[in-house]
């Protein structure tokens, strides 16, 4: 691995990119090798990034979702077989839209939403923030509506495909934090903290709010129409009331919190300190591809992720010959709507954690990530 090479790369991205800040952390095996920071976390640039700087980590959010989901399968709480309908009632005779040429038609799912269906982003719901169900909750309860109160309205717009049978991008790991509440009689924030941060030591990782106003905060920024990156509202939009908890974007954490969490996957499960989180079984299950054809093609032309399979919440390296990739079949991970991304090998025992706080940045997923990812494994 050539640590000069990272280095350089990431310096031009401040310099040259104009991204305010980066952070890199790389793990093997317990032991970190690399860490290199480059930029500001302030509107006016001025302020240096700092090691304990805190992000929203937005999509990242799930690869912690889905370790929590893990521990309950492994605890025989929760199955992936099992109907969503099990324990949010309003998921039972589901509707979808049926397409014909130009015409959509909405017809009463054939199959059933399954558990697996959530986690591997085939359920059929989207990601649009403003679905009816939101929309109507958000008017009754306000900023009090819950995690549960809000998932459960999910089901009021029509699924916008039989589940199971395509790969869509969606809210469908926030559903499965709705469940973790249900299954494990906590909140979600409570579950994560007892379960995972308390034990990996990850002290500065915490739910987000609709508007954030924590001092550690680093500015967030967003690319505009005319490409330009500007500072935008310290908002996560996400997270649609006070009370909301997330699981597929509501995170705000640090560079080094997630490098300790990823190391601890990449180590089969358990940390420096010998604490083990889940077991190296579930995560080979949550490695395995359950895409059909239609999903590949799906999130390749939906997301550009060729190469790639979806297992249990995280994209999986099925094909790096494809890709002229370097890295190893079996790499897994994700990243987040500000740029920031999660890459662990278990074979390897390799993982890096990149950081940035940019919205609208598709350089991140089309170039930074792919290039990080090479030069972790060259």
């Not at 954030?212 to 967003?222: A, P």
């Not at 994700?334 to 662990?344: E, F, K, N, T």
């Amino acid at each position: 691995m050539d640590f000069d090479k990272i280095t350089n790369y990431l310096d031009s991205l401040v310099e040259e990119k104009d991204i305010p800040s980066v952070d890199c952390v790389i793990f093997k095996d317990h032991e970190m090798l690399y860490r290199h920071m480059k930029g500001t976390n302030d509107k006016d640039k001025k302020i240096p990034v700092r090691e304990n700087q805190q992000y929203l980590m937005f999509s990242m959010t799930k690869v912690q979702t889905m370790v929590a989901f893990m521990q309950l399968v492994e605890d025989g709480k929760i199955s992936l077989e099992d109907n969503v309908s099990d324990y949010l009632p309003t998921y039972k005779d589901l509707l979808c839209e049926s397409r014909s040429g130009n015409a959509i038609d909405i017809v009463k799912c054939k199959t059933p939403m399954k558990i697996k269906h959530l986690v591997s982003m085939q359920s059929g719901l989207d990601y649009n923030l403003q679905r009816a169900g939101i929309l109507r909750v958000l008017s009754e309860k306000g900023m009090n509506a819950t995690t549960r109160d809000i998932v459960e309205a999910f089901p009021e717009t029509p699924l916008k495909f039989e589940p199971g049978t395509h790969f869509l991008y969606s809210l469908s790991h926030d559903v499965i934090a709705a469940i973790i509440e249900i299954v494990s009689g906590k909140s979600f924030g409570e579950y994560l903290k007892e379960n995972i941060w308390d034990r990996l030591g990850m002290n500065d990782t915490l739910f987000a709010e609709p508007m954030n106003y924590l001092s550690n905060l680093s500015q967030q920024f967003i690319c505009d129409d005319k490409g330009d990156i500007v500072p935008m509202e310290q908002s996560c939009n996400y997270q649609l009331s006070e009370k909301y908890q997330s699981g597929g974007a509501g995170l705000i954490s640090t560079t080094m919190d997630y490098a300790r969490f990823a190391d601890t996957i990449a180590c089969g499960g358990v940390n420096k300190e010998g604490k083990r989180i889940i077991k190296a079984r579930s995560i080979e299950t949550i490695k395995e591809n359950l895409l059909n054809e239609d999903g590949l093609k799906d999130i390749e032309i939906t997301m550009g992720r060729k190469g790639y399979g979806y297992g249990i919440g995280m994209q999986v390296l099925i094909d790096p010959v494809i890709l002229g990739s370097k890295a190893p079949r079996g790499v897994f991970g994700w990243d987040g709507a500000a740029g920031s991304c999660i890459i662990m090998d278990t074979k390897s025992k390799l993982s890096l954690v990149y950081t940035q706080h940019v919205r609208n940045c598709g350089l991140a997923y089309g170039e930074i990530h792919p290039r990080l990812r090479e030069f972790l494994f060259e």
